[in-house]
Each structure stands twice: as C-alpha cells, then as structure tokens.
C-alpha cells in the first residue's frame, strides 16, 4: 500500500509555471508507476502525465504535450510534474495516483490516490 501527497498549488498568471510534487509513503514506492490526473470544475478526471517505475519515457496527454514534464526521484519518493507555459484551461485540482500493475489512462485503473492540490492560472 502506498499513500500520496500532493503540494505545489497556488495561482499562477498564464504563461507562467509551476511545480507540483507528489510525496509517497511505503517502501515499495519504485514499485509503483506513477500518474497526474486533474479534475476541472463541472468536468471528469482526466490523464494527464505518468511515469513507469524505473523512469523510462514518460506518458502525457495531447493538451500538455511540450509544456509539461513528469519525473520521479525514487530515493525521495517522489514525483514532480513541472508545469510551463500554463494556460487557463489548466486550472483544476491535480491529483497524483499509483498503479501497481500496467499502466492506463483510465482513472479506475489507478490504485492509490492522493487528496489533490488546486492550480488556478489567470488570464
């Protein structure tokens, strides 16, 4: 079992950036692959970025393609999703998720999940 915890969420202009982390307790985390997902008002969750156990190459949606980038320091048990060029179609809460198995882009594939953190972006 692993439990996630999101920080890194604030208001931000468009065109600017922003850092989101996900803190992992357990230590199995490198065992885990790891998404973002976000949820915007009125709307469903959706995939965003995800990154296999050992690192490898990244997973990202069409809309954050080029803007964002998803890493993970196992020794930390962490991921970070670095977020540039925000627009405000972006505003949503973000949630980290582990998957024990294969990864998908469908949220009821996801195991684990954390509470969520809200990135607001301004025009």
């Known amino acids: 079992q692993v439990q996630l915890v999101e920080s890194g969420g604030g208001l931000v202009q468009a065109g600017g950036s922003l850092r989101l982390s996900c803190a992992a307790s357990?230590?199995?985390?490198?065992?885990?692959?790891i998404g973002w997902f976000r949820q915007a008002p009125g709307k469903e969750r959706e995939f965003v970025a995800a990154i296999r156990r050992s690192g490898g190459v990244p997973n990202y949606a069409d809309s954050v393609k080029g803007r964002f980038t998803i890493s993970r320091d196992n020794a930390k048990n962490t991921v970070y999703l670095q977020m540039n060029s925000l627009h405000p179609e972006d505003t949503a809460v973000y949630y980290c998720?582990?998957?024990?198995?294969?990864?998908?882009?469908?949220?009821?594939?996801?195991?684990?999940w954390g509470q969520g953190t809200q990135v607001t972006v301004s025009s």
């Open positions: 357990g230590r199995t985390f490198s065992s885990y692959i």
């Open positions: 998720a582990a998957e024990s198995g294969l990864w998908s882009t469908a949220v009821q594939a996801w195991d684990y």
